[in-house]
Structures are given as C-alpha cells and as structure tokens.
C-alpha cells in the first residue's frame, strides 16, 4: 500500500472558506507542473516564489499571485506539488479552481493530500491524522501534544514496543525449536521478566495515550448533585458569564445547559444538570434522567453537594465506571477556609473561594500530571489498538506462568504487536485508511 504514485493530479483550496487577504490554491501529481504552466508560463525555479499572472481557458486575466513548487520526492505528498497565492475573494479562488480543472486537475476529496503522503511514506498514519488533530486543537496543550504527534512522538514509542515484542517472540520460538539445549529458557524466569517489563511499558504508554485522546477529544464533565447544591452557579463562575438561571427555588434547572470552558488550559465542556431526587413532576423527572444520562456519558463528574445539608451518598456508578469529584459548596455557611483532600475540594462559589483548587484536581482524576500531560495526542483508536495490544500481551503471560505455554505466548506476543501496527499503519486496511481521510478537511 505505501510507495503508491498515483497516476493524476488533485486540486483543492488550502485555506479556509471566506473572504481573506491571501488564499492558496494547492496542487499535487504528475500533471502539476504542467496544468499550472498553461495557466501561467514557465514555473519560477523550484522551492523560490515568483509572481505570476493566472489565465482562464479564454485567455482572460483571474488574479495575480505567487507560485511556488516543489518536485518530488521533497514535497509533503511525496509527489510534484505547486502551490498558488491569490487574493483571497471566494469568487477569484473558485475561477482558479474551474481553470485547474479545465486543463487537467480534478478537485480532491477530504484528506486526500495527506492521504498521499501516508501512500507515499511521506508520514505514517498517526501523523497524517496529526495534522487533522493540530488544525482541530481547541487548546495551546492539545495543539502542542498533536505537533509532537505529527513528529512522530506516539508512532515511535508503539513501533518500539512493537520492535521488542517481536524479539522476545523470536527469543521464545527459537526456545521451541531447540528444545534439547542446556538451559530451559521458558522455565529460567527470563521470559517471563521481560513479558512483564513489556506489560509495564504498555501500561504506561496506555496511560499517556488515554491522556493525549482526552486533550484531542475534550474533556465532557458532567455537574451532578442534590437540587439547590450550587450546580447551576459552578457553571456560572466557571463560564464567567450569567449561563444558567440560578434561583433558592428547588428544581429550577429541568433541561441539560451546555458550556465550554478552558480550566488550566484544558478544554473542558461542562453540562449543567437537573437537581437528583425523586419527583412526581413529568418535567423535572425527564431532567433527573438527562442527568444521569450525562453523568455516564462524561469522562469526569464534580459531584456537587451542600456543606450545611446532611452528608448524602454520591450516585451508583460514580468512581467504578465514571471518576468524580466531590465539590462540597457553601463553606462560607459553615465558616470553613478552602480545601482539598483526596475526594476532591471544599469551596465557595458565591464568594470565589477554593475554584482554583479544582485545576489540580481535574488533572490528577484524569491522570494528566505535569509531566504526562499532553505528551502526544491520540484517538479513540489508538486507545483501542492499545487495548487489544494489553489484551494479547497479558493473556500470552498468563499462559507462561499458568502452563509454561510457549506456543500460546508466541501467538499472543504476535498479535500484541500487529495491534501496535494499526496506530501507525503498518497493518490498517484500505477501509480503515478510507474512514479516517474522509473526515480530514478538503486541502489536507
């Protein structure tokens, strides 16, 4: 699959839609050079912009701007790529699209030019998918985890460990081949040291991964708790606006109210929930059942109560399938100072007292510490491919230490490492390669 030429050339708008002061037009295949030349003349010497004159099929003047090209293999698709720099008038682009097109382009699908540079070993698969993840970042971590991505950081660290799971497979198969040599290799405790360092390493690229989808995805946190908590009021002063209706009337929020917020610089999209108790109104009821919808749908839960009710039970589920925080509101009430232990914070959201508290809370429920966070992105499938890797590996061990089983060992060890080979491509089908592009950007 990598290594492919493809045989004509795509065209797409590379910058954003709208009115701008510069847009760009990109080219990529064989006939690029070509299909811009009988629009413009000569190309100007490659790698150095020239001002050119764009022509349509009639001979009328579109635009004046800048080419620049780039011959392959040193291009980002790997192939001939030209890149046109005109005005950025929707009108002006979509003449020079129609021109491309009349002498030889045709338009690109979504992702097809990085497409082209995966097929074209220019970048794996998880830094193809990088670029989408850097262009979609919704904060300064998650644009910077996504860049280390895209130089390779998650690609390189599952190859490695791929690398060393095919090596201890090899070291256990040659064991079987040569079963009358001196020393029983199954049996000595080396296999088995080494598949248990390669569980940890695992584990520990699981943890950063898990890390790197939640700054790729965002972050949904659901606020739940008992009516007249101060649920309604932690969004407020976390959104810093008047977001949500906040009254001493019990029951008054009856519908999910959605806010996105950044805290300690983490995208974080909060729902606002109905009050959890039992009631015999229809309206309220359906909030109740929103609210639990959203409480298992979240990545974490700041389960809100009142520091001056009586101590009540967070909801089944909550820390088992579903990590939480526990935000006791009100200690103004009870003339408490701001605190943190280890089921989350105590504060005051009328007076501003203990928000700052929730920062370090979040990042230590979510397992995002200073260090981890934000080390690479990931998504969802790399998370599972990780997963299946586990699986495989943890199963392989289980049979080493329950039966000395070195035939099973080896099979499980190989296919931890061809679920390694999905995150960077190395074993990904053309439907996976299909689903993944098409949801890339038109120009990327």
Avoid: Y
């Amino acid at each position: 699959m990598p290594g492919m030429i493809a045989s004509d050339t795509i065209c797409a708008i590379a910058t954003p839609s709208g009115r701008g002061g510069v847009g760009i037009v990109r080219l990529s295949g064989p006939d690029s050079f070509a299909v811009v030349e009988r629009l413009s003349g000569p190309l100007p010497p490659l790698r150095q912009a020239g001002l050119r004159t764009f022509h349509d099929g009639s001979g009328e003047n579109i635009d004046s701007g800048l080419v620049l090209a780039f011959q392959a293999p040193a291009s980002f698709t790997g192939e001939d790529v030209v890149e046109l720099h005109t005005h950025g008038s929707p009108m002006v682009l979509d003449m020079l699209m129609r021109a491309l097109v009349q002498n030889g382009a045709r338009r690109a699908r979504p992702g097809e030019f990085s497409e082209r540079a995966f097929l074209n070993d220019r970048l794996d698969l998880a830094q193809a998918e990088a670029i989408a993840d850097l262009i979609n970042a919704s904060s300064a971590q998650a644009a910077r985890a996504a860049h280390r991505s895209l130089a390779g950081a998650l690609s390189t660290a599952a190859d490695e460990l791929a690398a060393d799971l095919t090596r201890l497979r090899v070291w256990v198969e040659a064991a079987l081949d040569f079963p009358d040599e001196d020393v029983d290799f199954l049996a000595d405790g080396q296999v088995l040291n080494r598949c248990q360092a390669l569980q940890a390493r695992l584990a520990d690229l699981q943890k950063k991964a898990h890390g790197g989808r939640l700054l790729n995805d965002g972050i949904r946190v659901a606020i739940i708790g008992p009516p007249n908590a101060g649920k309604s009021s932690l969004l407020n002063a976390l959104s810093q606006r008047e977001a949500a209706i906040v009254t001493d009337i019990p029951g008054t929020t009856r519908d999910v109210l959605i806010e996105t917020v950044s805290i300690a610089g983490l995208a974080i999209t909060l729902a606002d929930t109905a009050g959890l108790r039992t009631t015999d109104d229809q309206v309220e009821a359906e909030g109740v059942r929103r609210a639990e919808r959203e409480m298992h749908a979240a990545d974490l839960v700041f389960w809100v109560v009142d520091a001056s009710a009586p101590p009540s039970r967070p909801p089944d589920g909550l820390g088992e399938s579903v990590p939480f925080i526990r935000i006791v509101n009100k200690i103004d009430l009870i003339a408490e100072s701001p605190s943190r232990d280890e089921q989350g914070v105590r504060l005051s959201i009328r007076n501003g007292l203990g928000l700052e508290l929730l920062a370090d809370c979040v990042r230590d429920r979510l397992g995002l510490d200073g260090e981890q966070e934000g080390e690479f992105s990931a998504r969802a499938r790399h998370v599972e491919a990780l997963e299946r890797a586990a699986s495989h590996l943890d199963r392989g061990t289980a049979e080493l230490e329950a039966s000395g089983s070195g035939e099973l060992l080896a099979e499980e060890l190989r296919l931890a490492a061809d679920s390694l080979g999905d995150i960077s491509g190395r074993m990904s089908s053309d439907e996976l390669l299909g689903e993944i592009f098409s949801s890339f950007c038109i120009g990327k």
